[in-house]
T-cell receptor, first 114, second 112 residues
Framework: DAGITQSPRHKVTETGTPVTLRCHQTENHRYMYWYRQDPGHGLRLIHY???????DKGEVSDGYSVSRSKTEDFLLTLESATSSQTSVYFC?????????????FGPGTRLTVL | QQPVQSPQAVILREGEDAVINCSSSKALYSVHWYRQKHGEAPVFLMILLKGGEQKGHDKISASFNEKKQQSSLYLTASQLSYSGTYFC?????????????FGQGTRLTINP
């Protein structure tokens, strides 16, 4: 258990509304990531953070923004949700596995945009 | 660029063996393997490092061919609990931030 929680776990919203997803970790990891998972595409990186207030874009960042004001919290915001953003969103942290760094995933948030 | 996994899906009977491949067009520092059950988060299985040894975990092992930038996951004497979707996550040598690029997944179904 890597000590990662996500909230909410499920959300249904309407097109055009803002949505914020929260990722919380308890183990003081430096690196945190947001992915989306869609059938046939695997996991695709949206944004990542390498420290407080230090963030950068991933491969599918359009329409998303992030913030990290504390080590333990990484927020993902959809400024104006669209139906194409219906997906399962996973947060991950980079921690030690078998003596090297790997990523551990939170439980996920299922977002439906109507 | 996303690594390519093959096959996309495989169906086995309990006790049979399977091999899942992951190929990248980039020079890799490491390959990470995960298993995901339906409706759950991906779970870390093992890491293969550039210049490292073949790894093993119970009856699941993996190898990394640096010349081909390809990793293979071997599941021997499969059990029902092995069912799920397997993902490789690749870390290119020039990447930074410990970022991984994931393949599209291989769905493994084990039948009794």
């Amino acid at each position: 258990d890597a000590g990662i929680t996500q909230s909410p776990r499920h959300k249904v919203t309407e097109t055009g509304t803002p949505v914020t997803l929260r990722c919380h970790q308890t183990e003081n990891h430096r690196y945190m990531y947001w992915y989306r998972q869609d059938p046939g595409h695997g996991l695709r990186l949206i944004h990542y953070s390498y420290g407080v207030k230090d963030t950068d874009k991933g491969e599918v960042s359009d329409g998303y923004s992030v913030s990290r004001s504390k080590t333990e919290d990484f927020l993902l915001t959809l400024e104006s949700a669209t139906s194409s953003q219906t997906s399962v969103y996973f947060c991950a942290i980079s921690g030690q596995g078998q003596g090297v760094s790997t990523q551990y995933f939170g439980p996920g948030t299922r977002l439906t945009v109507l | 660029q996303q690594p390519v996994q093959s096959p996309q899906a495989v169906i086995l009977r309990e006790g049979e063996d399977a091999v899942i491949n992951c190929s990248s067009s980039k020079a890799l520092y490491s390959v990470h393997w995960y298993r995901q059950k339906h409706g759950e988060a991906p779970v870390f299985l093992m890491i293969l490092l550039k210049g490292g040894e073949q790894k093993g975990h119970d009856k699941i092992s993996a190898s990394f061919n640096e010349k081909k930038q390809q990793s293979s996951l071997y599941l021997t004497a499969s059990q029902l609990s092995y069912s799920g979707t397997y993902f490789c996550g690749t870390e290119p040598i020039i990447q930074g931030a410990q970022k991984l690029v994931f393949g599209q997944g291989t769905r493994l179904t084990i039948n009794p």
